[in-house]
């Protein structure tokens, strides 16, 4: 009787083992985590983005969307130099200032760098390791939440000026 017992305490421990093993390399394998914290309208947006070896220009413009069940919603563009290896953060509205999108409509993020090139300049190259988006409601309520990274995420070219990720 101890050794079926024994055995069986054996099967059911491989078996969570197994099972936990399962979920973690799932909770690995997803590349963003995301969501939203209430459904609320949102009109602000903080986003973080983090610089890999490869800089954003000054005279680059990077044009952020929300991708909803309804379609994308634009928020302010913005043209900003981002060094190599280092962290910025940007405070944005919708793209037109009468708008709101419901947090519970965001099915996840979108961007596009567009060089804007200068004399003796070819394109931009931008490798983007990492960003991470806060969405806030009308009265300031935190609603959303996203956040992707990766070695790069996205190395964005000339050729290749377009990022999405669901979440």
Known sequence: MRHRSSSL??????LAAGLLAAVGA???ATPANAGPIACNNMTSFTLV???????????SEVMPF???RYGDVELQHFRSGFGNNSTHTKVLGLHNLNWTVNSCDVTGLKLRMLSHNGPFQTDDNWNLDAVTMYGYGQNGAYSYYFHAAGTPLKRFTGSSQWWSQLG
């Open 9 to 14: 305490h054996r099967v059911i421990g491989l």
């Open 26 to 28: 799932a909770v690995a």
């Open 49 to 59: 983005f983090r610089t890999g070896g490869d800089d954003l220009r000054s005279n």
């Open 66 to 68: 929300l991708t909803t």
